[in-house]
């Protein structure tokens, strides 16, 4: 059974930082694409960061230089570091793998 589990979400004051965890299991962890996508209230979700299992990361433009996706495939687990928070980065954040398993996502909340 595939299970990926996010954690590190929280309320934090705009500037702060976090860093979310996404621990998986059930699959082989070092082959998959790893994916963190977010969703406001009224807003479809958006895909906010990538990373292969060669390492490769892409970013959405609206989080360039702020964010940083990682992982770690002795632990099974994918993490984003989130710096320079915004208001308008409040949404839930769930992690993907490869094209089918979800999270059942982290709520961040960044108040002005």
């Known amino acids: 059974q595939v299970q990926l589990v996010e954690s590190g979400g929280d309320l934090v004051q705009a500037g702060g930082s976090l860093r979310l965890s996404c621990a998986a299991s059930g699959i082989v962890f070092r082959i998959y694409s790893m994916y963190w996508f977010r969703q406001a209230p009224g807003n479809q979700r958006e895909l906010v960061a990538t990373i292969s299992s060669n390492y490769a990361t892409n970013y959405a433009d609206s989080v360039k230089g702020r964010f940083t996706i990682s992982r770690d495939n002795a632990k099974n687990t994918v993490y984003l570091e989130m710096n320079s928070l915004k208001p308008e980065d409040t949404a839930v954040y769930y992690c993907?793998?490869?094209?089918?398993?979800w999270g059942q996502g982290t709520q961040v909340t960044v108040s002005s």
């Open positions: 993907r793998a490869g094209a089918a398993f």
